[in-house]
């Protein structure tokens, strides 16, 4: 425009640009932690992918079908059409989600199959119940993997439909929701596997393990409680983006019910213990690269990192029960789909109530 070539810039065409880079680029992002789930699965128990054929299968629907979903920015704007914006972020962003339950179907399934062929065998759950929940490398990876799959997911699909984007569009359910893919998704999958790499790679010990161990749960934990309290004030309306809700002083001020000024309160709290959670994860794996003992090439520390072993010597026979090879799996699958279904259901029923036909 300066140099003239250019006469004038459609606002239209320069978010749909925007926004197909912007939202593009957090992809990487997610295919990077989704890989950690899968590293970790191969760390912490030892585990191949249940098909391997399938999982890159879901890597290429990401590849084909991720960055449509950068429709859902412009669900708002006018001048697009209704079968544009469904056509984008209703049909083919469904491929990219169908990607992402695939992973979450997979990845805790084959950590299922490789316990239950080490003979944790016992009822739906038995494989889940003696997995190393003091190692920090296997808890992070797991609170990520259903918070970013029931928290970040399923609100990701309510807000990608058109008609329910209309609810919580621009209001404080957005970052309620990129919080959860973002920071449960990607930042914790990332530390947990800092735990992995600190004493593999940098060849130090951990410094304080006991920290080291509640360091996923604190920060992870919190963070749940971050984000449904501020899709819950999203969802009462709660602008994002302005530093006071009420509008005070306004000649249009908005009295708020007590529940949205109650969650923002909750969502300050919350943000607090994740911080600490975030400080605790930089003074261990900075004080480890710094201050832990060095490990010499090829000699096992007794201290090494808090993974306990998990594996019995006896390797179970047979495994699995009534044809599936990981059926705690397939049941918690059955438990995302009913909350899935539940959640997409009540949002219309709300919508019908906000936007009166008659
Ligand atoms: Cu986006």
């Not at 909750?266 to 400080?279: D, F, K, S, Y």
Request: net charge positive; proline share 4%; glycine share 10%.
């Amino acid at each position: 425009m300066s140099i003239g070539l250019v006469k004038e810039v459609d606002p239209l065409v320069y978010r749909t640009i925007w926004w197909a880079f912007g939202h593009s680029s957090q992809q990487i992002n997610v295919a990077a932690h989704i890989s950690i789930w899968y590293a970790v699965a191969a760390i912490a128990f030892g585990a191949k992918p249940m098909s391997e054929r399938v999982s890159r299968g879901a890597f290429l629907l990401y590849i084909l079908f991720l960055q449509l979903a950068s429709a859902h920015h412009l669900l708002a704007d006018p001048g697009l059409s209704t079968n544009w914006k469904v056509v984008n972020t209703s049909y083919f962003m469904y491929f990219a989600v169908l990607a992402s339950m695939i992973h979450g179907l997979t990845i805790p399934g084959a950590m299922e199959v490789a316990q239950r062929a080490k003979g944790f065998n016992k009822g739906l759950f038995e494989w889940l119940r003696k997995a190393p929940w003091g190692n920090p490398v296997f808890s992070g990876v797991f609170i990520s993997i259903i918070g970013f799959g029931f928290l970040g997911g399923i609100s990701g699909v309510m807000m990608g439909t058109e008609q329910l984007n209309m609810i919580i569009h621009n209001t404080i359910y957005v970052p309620g929701h990129f919080h959860a893919t973002v920071v449960i998704g990607t930042t914790l999958s990332f530390m947990s596997l800092t735990y992995f790499l600190i004493p593999v790679l940098f060849r130090r010990e951990m410094i304080s393990p006991s920290l080291a161990k509640l360091q996923p749960y604190l920060f992870g934990l919190s963070m749940y409680f971050f984000c449904l309290v501020m899709m819950g004030a999203g969802t009462l309306g709660v602008s994002r983006r302005h530093w006071d809700m009420a509008f005070n002083g306004a000649a249009l001020a908005y009295e708020w019910p007590g529940a949205a000024y109650l969650m923002m309160g909750l969502v300050g709290i919350a943000g607090i213990a994740a911080i600490v959670g975030g400080a605790i994860y930089i003074y261990v794996t900075v004080g480890s690269l710094l201050w832990g003992r060095k490990l010499d090439a090829g000699a096992p520390s007794a201290k090494f990192t808090p993974i306990p072993l998990t594996a019995p010597t006896v390797t179970a026979q047979t495994y699995g029960s009534a044809g599936f090879a990981a059926p705690g799996t397939f049941m918690l699958a059955m438990v995302f789909l009913v909350s899935f279904i539940l959640y997409y259901f009540i949002n219309w029923k709300y919508l019908s109530q906000l936007w009166g036909l008659s």
